[in-house]
């Protein structure tokens, strides 16, 4: 392998990275099983165990910027083509990354909530602090 592969292999991106030659860049194949194979491979190794994840901005900003990037490659799209993220979202028939999150936390705490108030889960999600402060300058608690 090429030392500029390895690179693009290296963390979440590279199940989009390995399929590159054979699927996106593919002109036999059609843009919808193109997506389907992202839908697939590349979005559920993206969001595995998203349920349990505590979400930040800070969290799903590089996850989305991962999204659009592999659907503006899908696509072939050029960022001088100046096509707006929804744009690109509508035409994949894909929802956001936060929308994903948010759909498969859900059901999760759903499942939560209605457990007995003795299981520890629901003690975890619904506790609070009984004693302690906060010191000023210091990080929450």
Known sequence: MERSTKKLTKGWPAAFSRLYGRVWNNNNLKKDTKVSVYKAVVLTTLLYGA???VTYRHHLRPLER???RCLRTIFNIRWSDFVANTEV???AEVTSIEAMVLKVQLPWAGHIS???NHRLPKIVLYGELSSGHRNIEAPQK
């Open 51 to 53: 349920e349990s994840w």
């Open 66 to 68: 991962f999204h659009q």
């Open 89 to 91: 979202l509508e035409s």
């Open 114 to 116: 209605r457990m007995e």
